[in-house]
């Protein structure tokens, strides 16, 4: 993929509707002290905000389709199949999204990212 067919990636990303990610849609920033000034306007730039929108997360210049939703049980968590883009390569990975009290948790493999709401 070029990054002159990123955009229309992101326009096909953003008019599906297979996972439906409704409960965790909302715009993040990293929970971490070096992250406070990033920009909760900007999505997916850099130093921008990270976000959900129905079944898409976007990440820092990324976009996820997040398709086969399943509910993790005892947990506010949804573990989900990513089919990703990031300016020139796709990639394939699971995510779960998992709310949290600051906002969001999201684990993908051994790492876990928490995700503060942004106002």
């Keep these: 993929m070029t990054i002159r067919r990123f955009p229309a990636f992101l326009i096909a990303l953003a008019a599906a509707t297979s ?3 409704g409960p965790f849609d909302r715009v993040y920033r990293p929970d971490a002290p070096e992250a406070e000034s990033w920009d ?3 999505v997916g730039s850099d130093g921008g905000a990270l976000a ?3 079944d898409v997360f976007y990440g820092v210049q990324s976009a996820c389709l997040l398709t086969n939703p399943v509910a993790v049980n005892g947990t506010s968590g949804v573990l989900y199949e990513a089919q990703c883009n990031a300016e020139v390569m796709s990639y394939s990975k699971r995510m779960m999204l998992m ?3 600051k906002g969001l948790a999201a684990i993908e493999d051994d790492n ?3 995700l503060r709401r942004c106002p």
Excluded: H
């Design 40 to 42: 909760c306007q900007s």
């Design 112 to 114: 876990g990212n928490p």
């Design 52 to 54: 959900v929108r129905e």
């Design 19 to 21: 996972a439906a990610a």
């Design 99 to 101: 709310l949290v009290p």
